[in-house]
């Protein structure tokens, strides 16, 4: 069994910047996992610009953009495999009891003491990574840290519930990306565009230069689920028309797409009958939400926040299981790549300092066992073993969830961003931040803001003085409020 310090699941924006992240600490033992044949993720289709502004304060295309940061992996002499894929990430202890359990089946006996002495020297909290490679075929590592940084899937067209036949000539937008983009085709030349996420935008725009005709962008919510300057560029600019409140009720044609038929819906999400609008088309593009790839980390045993899909987190990214670390769209689905390679560098750099022990005077993850319930991701602050308070942060009103989910005091850096959406649009709004105590509730922070929409990600800063000043700190409320 190979042996490393860092193992790095996915080569995307968020796998790359946290290799770096973790390199610029010491970590010299780093492997980067990529599945793909190559590495820079997603990137690699996105051959718009937009990328880079805040990072390398330029405007870039996504292929320029990760390979900058290729360059920076390769100059640092990072390692890499590509073509690989993961099967499965194992702490020790579920490791131990596979191997004694396939022991058990087929030589009807348990370990020796030999082997249990063998397997007890390991150290515990190691992480046991199995993959396999198209050149070397199944190889297994032994890891004292892991980043999840897998990315996430566009959701697929079975989850939306859409009646009618599967002709051909439906695709996701991701998937048209990459058609047109890095393969060379086009897959219509009537499209209509079903959701208003970022990806659809893009596509709306994209398949009109490519020559084709965009009827309709509709969108279920009342609301764009994709950035404003990407409504902006993608259809205003192109006189794409965009209906909200709007869905896709009925797809005509068996071996192709031949229309659509389009309906209004109610404040439910349900039809309105007499509302119905058929289209004409030949393809659709369904840009309907992404889920976070975490089937690897439920086998871990990673605690999973329902919202977000992703692994909950503390102010490390560090999930519930000790040296596991998350970042990128696999913990939450971002706007702009600049966000995750910043965020992917931290987690980057908590990992290093886990490898590095030097926060083990602290226990290093939110809890092993159970921090937090499934359903509100806890309900009041923790001790750990070492008496390191865990302070949940709660979203109330309209915030749907907040990146961390808490934090450990001693581990807060001096200021700590926190990221989070929500779940409608509010005008001439405030973000406030209050602070509980047993049998109190202060407001310690502000911040006024025109307009919150769910399509764009909102942050605040909190300063570790300031947390400091409650000493029966049990809760952090973050809200939004109208006025």
Do not use: W
Not at 195 to 200: H, K, L, V
Not at 314 to 337: Q, R, W, Y
């Amino acid at each position: 069994m190979k042996t490393c310090d860092l193992v790095i699941i996915g080569g995307g924006p968020a796998g790359l910047a946290a290799a770096l992240g973790a390199r610029k600490q010491g970590i010299k033992d780093i492997l980067i996992v990529e599945r793909d044949k190559e590495l820079g993720g997603i990137l690699n289709q996105c051959i718009h610009n937009g990328f880079g502004l805040h990072t390398f304060k330029e405007e870039l295309t996504g292929p320029e953009y990760a390979g900058r940061y290729i360059e920076q992996v390769k100059d640092a002499g990072i390692p890499y495999v590509v073509d690989s894929m993961v099967l499965s990430i194992q702490s020790m202890s579920q490791y131990k009891s596979s191997l004694q359990a396939d022991q058990c089946e087929y030589n009807k006996e348990k370990y020796s003491e030999a082997d249990q002495d063998k397997y007890s020297k390991k150290k515990y909290t190691d992480k046991i990574i199995t993959m396999v490679s198209r050149t070397e075929g199944i190889i297994q590592i032994q890891a004292k840290a892991v980043i999840l940084a897998m990315g996430c899937r566009e959701r697929p067209r079975g989850a939306l519930n859409i009646p009618g036949y599967r002709p051909a000539g439906i695709y996701s937008a991701g998937t048209a990306q990459r058609l047109v983009n890095m393969e060379g085709y086009l897959p219509g030349r009537e499209v209509v565009i079903l959701g208003s996420g970022d990806i659809g935008l893009i596509m709306a725009r994209r398949m009109t230069l490519e020559g084709a005709h965009v009827k309709v962008v509709a969108e279920l919510m009342p609301y764009s689920g994709g950035l404003k300057r990407n409504i902006v560029q993608c259809l205003n600019d192109y006189d794409i028309p965009l209906k909200l409140s709007h869905t896709v009720v009925d797809i005509h044609g068996k071996e192709r797409v031949t229309g659509i038929t389009l309906a209004k819906v109610d404040e439910k999400g349900k039809p309105i009958p007499g509302t119905e609008e058929e289209y004409a088309c030949d393809t659709l593009l369904l840009s309907c939400g992404l889920i976070p790839e975490n089937e690897l980390s439920r086998e871990l045993g990673v605690k999973l926040n329902p919202v977000t899909s992703g692994p909950v987190v503390d102010e490390s990214l560090e999930t519930n299981v000790p040296g596991v670390f998350a970042c990128g769209n696999v913990l939450h689905v971002h706007d702009l790549v600049d966000f995750v390679s910043e965020e992917a560098d931290r987690a980057g750099t908590c990992a290093a300092r886990y490898i590095l022990q030097e926060n083990q005077s602290s226990n290093p993850g939110i809890d092993q066992e159970s921090q937090y319930s499934d359903s509100d991701i806890g309900k009041t602050s923790k001790m750990n073993d070492n008496n390191d308070p865990v302070i949940p942060l709660i979203s109330t009103g309209c915030v749907r969830y907040t990146v961390p989910s808490a934090i450990h005091l001693s581990k807060m850096p001096d200021k700590l961003k926190v990221r989070f959406r929500v779940g409608k649009v509010v005008k001439n709004c405030a973000v406030d931040v209050y602070c509980k105590e047993e049998n109190s509730e202060k407001r310690i922070k502000t911040k006024k803001r025109p307009v919150v929409a769910p399509g764009e990600m909102e942050e605040i800063l909190l300063g570790r003085e300031e947390l400091l000043k409650y000493p029966d700190l049990q809760q952090l409320i973050i809200t939004v409020k109208e006025g």
